[in-house]
T-cell receptor
Framework: DADVTQTPRNRITKTGKRIMLECSQT?????MYWYRQDPGLGLRLIYY???????NKGEISDGYSVSRQAQAKFSLSLESAIPNQTALYFC????????????????FGAGSRLTVL | AQSVTQPDIHITVSEGASLELRCNYS??????LFWYVQSPGQGLQLLLK??????LVQGIKGFEAEFKRSQSSFNLRKPSVHWSDAAEYFC???????????FGKGTRLSVIA
């Protein structure tokens, strides 16, 4: 099994629908992240969490919410999907470690491709 | 806050030729620097990283990168490209403290025979 698992891998939905993307990890890492990838824009941070009780907004959090259900699980929700949320979404994890070094080494899931019609 | 610029959106090289992908960063202190690769339909895989010490770092798949503080650069190189190196490459910069990585917009590498 992959260290970081994202479900679903592909999803097509309609405008206005609620969508949840799920991420689970077996790395035992405290830190989890959601990034969005768009062609020509690279990866942009949506939300991140340093532990179960910690949630932080990233660069592009509007229209998204997250839930950290357990150390190993971090879900991203789109309450009312719109077409410009069509993108490839990545979950990632990292381990704090000493001197922040390991905190910066991300392990990525395979991605969830979302299409909003 | 840190930022990253990858000036080249798309590069095409011939198989067997050398490769250099450019990355420039902005950060007030010594950064943590990374190169990730994304093969078609795949997630991102760490190629190499720089934290401190020797400014020339070796990574997987025969890649290396050199940190040049004076130029705020961390360019990725490979002496001889293979067709399997065709992918998208992302440079990223991190910082001390609780600040997530910031990624560049990526450079897509095409390899021709």
């Amino acid at each position: 099994d992959a260290d970081v698992t994202q479900t679903p891998r592909n999803r097509i939905t309609k405008t206005g629908k609620r969508i949840m993307l799920e991420c689970s990890q077996t790395k035992g890492h405290d830190r989890m992240y959601w990034y969005r990838q768009d062609p020509g824009l690279g990866l942009r941070l949506i939300y991140y969490s340093f532990d179960v009780k910690d949630i932080n907004k990233g660069e592009i959090s509007d229209g998204y919410s997250v839930s950290r259900q357990a150390q190993a699980k971090f879900s991203l929700s789109l309450e009312s999907a719109i077409p410009n949320q069509t993108a490839l979404y990545f979950c990632a994890t990292s381990d704090p470690g000493p001197l922040d070094v390991r905190a910066n080494v991300l392990t990525f899931g395979a991605g969830s491709r979302l299409t909003v019609l | 806050a840190q930022s990253v610029t990858q000036p080249d959106i798309h590069i095409t090289v011939s198989e067997g030729a050398s490769l250099e992908l450019r990355c420039n960063y902005s950060y007030g202190a010594t950064p943590y620097l990374f190169w990730y690769v994304q093969s078609p339909g795949q997630g991102l895989q760490l190629l190499l990283k720089y934290f401190s010490g020797d400014t020339l770092v070796q990574g997987i798949k025969g890649f290396e990168a050199e940190f040049k503080r004076s130029q705020s650069s961390f360019n990725l190189r490979k002496p001889s490209v293979h067709w399997s190196d065709a992918a998208e490459y992302f440079c990223a910069v991190g910082a001390r403290g609780n600040t997530p990585l910031v990624f560049g917009k990526g450079t897509r590498l095409s390899v021709i025979a």
